[in-house]
């Protein structure tokens, strides 16, 4: 058996690990792994990874289970551009510098975002506060500046004047929110130029192809009861 790649494009970083992928010709089979119906959960795919989450890697007998350590595993097994993981060590190491920030930080505001503002009230039928919703976006707020001022600062892309995984890492999160209907890129207009170069850069037609599911979270229809009691205490953990 060849690559599997276990995935849910409803997820950031499957979004990543999936553009990355596509974009470098490595072949795959994917394994849809659908979370809003709480597949991830089940003890079918618990047998695959035993933490119950998306993406995952499997390659013959050996398994991955986190969206970082695969896009490096598939840079060094696969011949793919130098400008995604360079060589050069203080551009690796800008790579490695944002892929270790964004963790705790702009990826866990976008993933509040789009849970507060969609998620709960839409799919879950649990309202938000306004409060909440309000303190949720102000940290998002927070960490876009922190990712233009800080790691875009006047580059073309966040680790130089090619795109990286740092790059690839960022849109996919930043999605979320736009998902949501926040507006990330409005008035930020040196965000707004990044997001383009990084859009042409994977290719138009993937990059659409990858966000189309998120694009649409504010259709997803109500979880039936049964989904949202098995859905509930995981993604309070996580949120």
């Known amino acids: 058996m060849g690559l599997e790649l276990y995935l849910d494009l409803l997820s950031q970083p499957c979004r990543a690990v999936y553009i990355f992928a596509k974009k470098n010709g ?4 994917l394994r849809t792994v659908d979370l809003i119906k709480g597949q991830h959960l089940s003890d079918a795919f618990a047998q695959v990874n035993p933490l119950k989450k998306v993406p995952v890697l499997k390659d013959g007998d050996f398994i991955l289970r986190e969206s970082v350590a695969i896009l490096l595993y598939l840079t060094h097994k696969y011949k793919v551009p130098d400008y995604w993981y360079p060589q050069d060590l203080q551009a690796r190491a800008r790579v490695d510098e944002y892929l270790a920030w964004q963790h705790t930080t702009l990826r866990r505001s976008c993933l509040r975002a789009l849970w ?15 409060q909440t919703l309000a303190a949720t976006l102000a940290e998002l707020d927070v960490n876009l500046q922190l990712l233009e001022d800080e790691f875009l600062q006047n580059k073309a892309f966040l680790a130089g004047p090619h795109i990286s995984l740092a790059d690839l890492v960022a849109i996919t999160e930043l999605m979320h929110p736009v998902g949501a209907g926040c507006q990330v890129f409005e008035g930020r207009p040196k965000l707004a130029a990044w997001r383009n ?3 042409a850069a994977v290719g138009e037609d993937l990059f659409r192809e990858a966000h189309e599911i998120i694009l649409k979270a504010k259709d997803c229809p109500p979880a039936d009861p049964t989904t949202k009691q098995k859905l509930m205490p995981r993604i309070l953990a996580i949120i």
């Open 197 to 199: 170069r990084v859009e």
């Open 116 to 130: 507060h503002k969609v998620m709960f009230p839409v799919f879950l039928g649990e309202p938000v506060s306004p």
């Open 26 to 29: 490595i072949p795959f089979e």
